[in-house]
């Protein structure tokens, strides 16, 4: 299941939004002294350099944007809560380390869509969109609004790898070191994990990723949502994304992890109960509406540490070369 298509306002739509902003949020010079000071004692200005050149931050955020689909994630796993966010699962802020860091506040959406209107009206002073295929024209649109950050040059679209937008999302709030602190707290924890475990290493997962009406989506390499088990020492499928119920041969490997459907579902299909995978008890199941099932779309390091502490029981009875191992529903 690919992610929801996207729009992209008109450019004299945007325009006109761009031209309120300046008319309303721009300031005087009258503060410039003191507010250079203090950018100077947190760290500020930085730079980043990303796929259509470099952004320069040149003081503490105050007032951040997330467009990227999983960019919250990581803000708030750095302490942060940003003034509005992009829609994607609607349990979001219900999730247990969302939650905690909330600490009883709200986390406004604007929409499932990039909605510059909406965006303009938050008076961000960063938009981060990293997790999201940003094109040079909305990347103009965003800036012109307040600095953008997109992803490196280093990789695809959508496919920054976790740690990499840790540490790009640290930087831009001045927050470098307590990034690096929590990659090693989750690198810590999956390398615990694989000398625990060195069964995983090598097995193919295939995580089919919102299945429904007959059709499959078996995540590719390099995608975020299965960055952990990439972590883990699991391979990935050699061929996969968008499978119809034909040729789920493709998901029969040595575990399988269907993330958005019960089993009570699945097995309706007479071909997906056939699978090996399937009849031998490898497969693990999570629906859309558990923590879980954000944890591994949202991947940020807090997200990551849940579903390590959820998943790691139920990988060791699909491992385990025992045929009279359970494997649970998550």
Same mark, same amino acid.
């Given at each position: 299941?690919?992610?929801?298509?996207?729009?992209?306002?008109?450019?004299?739509?945007?325009?006109?939004?761009?031209?309120?902003?300046?008319?309303?949020?721009?300031?005087?010079?009258?503060?410039?002294?003191?507010?250079?000071?203090?950018?100077?004692?947190?760290?500020?200005?930085?730079?980043?350099?990303?796929?259509?050149?470099?952004?320069?931050?040149?003081?503490?955020?105050?007032? %951040?944007?997330?467009?990227?689909?999983?960019?919250?994630?990581?803000?708030?796993?750095?302490?942060?809560?940003?003034?509005?966010?992009?829609?994607?699962?609607?349990?979001?802020?219900?999730?247990?380390?969302?939650?905690?860091?909330?600490?009883?506040?709200?986390?406004?959406?604007?929409?499932?869509?990039?909605?510059?209107?909406?965006?303009?009206?938050?008076?961000?002073?960063?938009?981060?969109? %990293?997790?999201?295929?940003?094109?040079?024209?909305?990347?103009?649109?965003?800036?012109?609004?307040?600095?953008?950050?997109?992803?490196?040059?280093?990789?695809?679209?959508?496919?920054?790898?976790?740690?990499?937008?840790?540490?790009?999302?640290?930087?831009?709030?001045?927050?470098?070191?307590?990034?690096?602190?929590? %990659?090693?707290?989750?690198?810590?924890?999956?390398?615990?994990?694989?000398?625990?475990?060195?069964?995983?290493?090598?097995?193919?997962?295939?995580?089919?990723?919102?299945?429904?009406?007959?059709?499959?989506?078996?995540?590719?390499?390099?995608?975020?949502?299965?960055?952990?088990?990439?972590?883990?020492?699991?391979?990935?499928?050699?061929?996969?994304?968008?499978?119809?119920?034909?040729?789920?041969?493709?998901?029969?490997?040595?575990?399988?992890?269907?993330?958005?459907?019960?089993?009570?579902?699945?097995?309706?299909?007479?071909?997906?109960?056939?699978?090996?995978?399937?009849?031998?008890?490898?497969?693990?199941?999570?629906?859309?509406?558990?923590?879980?099932?954000?944890?591994?779309?949202?991947?940020?390091?807090?997200?990551?540490?849940?579903?390590?502490?959820?998943?790691?029981?139920?990988?060791?009875?699909?491992?385990?070369?025992?045929?009279?191992?359970?494997?649970?529903?998550?």
């Amino acid at each position: 299941m690919n992610l929801p298509v996207k729009r992209v306002l008109a450019t004299a739509a945007a325009a006109i939004l761009i031209g309120a902003l300046a008319a309303c949020g721009g300031g005087s010079d009258d503060n410039a002294g003191p507010a250079s000071a203090a950018s100077a004692a947190t760290g500020f200005p930085v730079t980043i350099a990303h796929k259509f050149g470099s952004t320069t931050i040149t003081a503490k955020p105050q007032r %951040i944007v997330t467009v990227g689909w999983n960019d919250q994630d990581f803000v708030l796993s750095l302490g942060e809560v940003p003034v509005s966010t992009r829609e994607w699962f609607t349990e979001y802020p219900t999730y247990p380390w969302v939650s905690a860091k909330l600490g009883g506040k709200t986390l406004p959406t604007f929409s499932a869509e990039i909605n510059f209107e909406a965006i303009v009206k938050q008076r961000p002073d960063l938009i981060l969109a %990293i997790y999201e295929t940003i094109t040079k024209e909305t990347y103009d649109k965003l800036s012109a609004i307040a600095p953008t950050v997109v992803q490196s040059a280093d990789y695809s679209d959508e496919e920054t790898p976790w740690d990499v937008q840790t540490l790009t999302t640290g930087k831009a709030l001045g927050k470098e070191k307590e990034a690096r602190a929590l %990659i090693d707290q989750v690198d810590a924890r999956v390398d615990e994990a694989k000398k625990a475990n060195p069964q995983f290493a090598g097995k193919v997962l295939v995580e089919d990723y919102g299945p429904e009406k007959g059709e499959h989506w078996l995540i590719p390499a390099k995608d975020p949502r299965r960055s952990l088990f990439d972590a883990l020492g699991f391979a990935t499928q050699e061929q996969g994304e968008d499978v119809s119920e034909e040729r789920l041969d493709l998901a029969d490997q040595d575990v399988l992890f269907v993330n958005g459907a019960t089993k009570a579902d699945m097995v309706k299909s007479p071909v997906f109960s056939r699978l090996k995978v399937v009849v031998e008890d490898r497969t693990l199941y999570t629906s859309f509406d558990t923590p879980l099932a954000g944890a591994l779309s949202y991947s940020g390091p807090d997200a990551l540490l849940y579903a390590l502490d959820k998943l790691l029981p139920e990988l060791r009875n699909a491992t385990d070369g025992d045929p009279n191992t359970k494997v649970g529903e998550l």
